[in-house]
């Protein structure tokens, strides 16, 4: 029913940046928010940043100032830019969504993408 596909994890150096995509797909009436989480190994999952449809945005501590989240709803994706690269952001990035289908009589339900590797070496 709804699908969302994670792309642009790889390895960099620390001080270094790169670009996460999430783009949803299947029978989509609106998305409520999406957002980014992320899980280092031995750790719980945890927030890393989300935004709504109307643009708000929320950060966790550890990635404001260095993380930027966007979205482009005409295509039901969305974005992180990732600067300044520490070690400790190692970890599975996961995108989430918050999804109504079919209709807006439909609950809105949360969905989850598969995570991409993010990995910074010191």
């Given at each position: 029913?709804?699908?969302l596909?994670?792309?642009g994890g790889g390895l960099v150096q620390a001080g270094g940046?790169?670009?996460l995509s999430c783009a949803a797909s299947g029978s989509i009436f609106s998305?409520?928010?999406m957002g980014w989480y992320r899980q280092a190994p031995g750790k719980q999952r945890e927030l890393v940043a989300v935004i709504t449809s109307g643009g708000d945005t929320n950060y966790s501590d550890s990635v404001k100032g260095r993380f930027t989240i966007s979205r482009d709803n005409a295509k039901n994706t969305v974005f992180l830019l990732m600067i300044s690269l520490k070690p400790e952001d190692t970890a599975t990035y996961f995108c989430n969504a918050q999804v109504r289908l079919y209709s807006a009589y439909t609950p809105p339900r949360?969905?989850?993408g598969r995570g991409t590797q993010v990995a910074v070496s010191s």
């Open positions: 029913q709804v699908q596909v994670e792309s940046s790169l670009r998305i409520n928010a949360n969905y989850w």
